[in-house]
């Protein structure tokens, strides 16, 4: 059986370190720094799921077109991983706002921090 693959997109520290439990359910991950890196590899590669933070836009430029850090990405997946899962971590001060992303790209799952690794299983066993 074909192994799962799944990209990190690991934007701050408080993204939970969850490569044992990747790893122990048979899941291939590529851990990427910037949401930068991540739109080059994508095009490149798709993958079962992507977990990346979500950061609400509050005075940036994503206030206006764009709600979050996201939504790049997201736009880019239709094209290059229409398939892939996406699994976003929030904080739960901008959980109100991964509905309006939800609206608009439907996401498989969202965990608020503090995210554990049985949290994490949990979605990927559910799939």
């Known amino acids: 059986m074909p192994r799962s693959t799944l990209l ?3 934007e701050s520290p408080a993204h939970p370190n969850l490569s044992t439990t990747y790893t122990q359910l048979g899941i291939a991950e590529t851990r ?3 949401m930068r890196k991540a739109l080059a590899t994508l ?3 798709a993958f079962d799921y992507i977990v ?3 950061f609400y836009g509050y005075s940036n430029n994503y206030a206006g077109v764009n709600i979050s850090n996201l939504d790049v990405m997201l736009y880019s997946l239709q094209k290059y991983s229409p398939d892939t899962r996406v699994i976003v971590l929030v904080d739960k001060s901008e959980r109100g706002y991964v509905d ?3 609206e608009i790209f439907p996401l498989h799952a969202v965990l608020q921090y503090p995210v554990s690794a049985q949290d994490m299983e949990r979605v990927l066993i559910e799939s």
């Open 100 to 102: 309006k992303l939800n």
């Open 8 to 10: 990190s997109v690991i």
């Open 32 to 34: 990427l720094s910037s």
């Open 43 to 45: 095009k490149a590669q």
């Open 52 to 54: 990346a933070e979500f």
